[in-house]
């Protein structure tokens, strides 16, 4: 599957973007999807995780409350609705894609990524 993220941009800290994930492919269904960031100089960090039906959801404690992921089957996107944006938060977002229906919170259970969309929370 090819994943393309956007949504990206520069906010002030409080607001909110949506970023969003499209994907290639007709199993898109059948996919777990992953948000992961990366900060400059630091690692990539899991941040949010839905499984293939969209039941199963899971946050990394620092978005719990502030994030949260959905899917739409019928149109192959992922979306990540980010509120109350602190600049913590700045980082390029990655989607990801893992083989199997589950959900997942670490990046080698992911074998697709996107091209990843940054964002900048100013302070």
């Given amino acids: 599957v090819q994943l393309q993220a956007s949504g990206g941009g520069l906010v002030q800290a409080g607001g909110s973007l949506r970023l969003s994930c499209a994907a290639s492919g007709r199993t898109f269904s059948s996919y777990g999807m992953g948000w992961f960031r990366q900060a400059p100089g630091k690692e990539r960090e899991f941040v949010a995780t839905i499984s293939a039906s969209g039941r199963g959801t899971a946050y990394a404690n620092s978005v719990k409350g502030r994030f949260t992921t959905s899917r739409d089957n019928a149109k192959n996107t992922v979306a990540l609705q980010m509120n109350s944006l602190k600049p913590e938060d700045t980082a390029v977002y990655y ?16 074998t697709s990524w996107g091209q990843g969309t940054l964002v900048t929370v100013s302070s």
Avoid: H, L, M, Q
């Fill in 95 to 110: 989607c990801a894609a893992r083989n199997g229906p589950f959900s997942g919170t670490k990046s080698t259970e992911f």
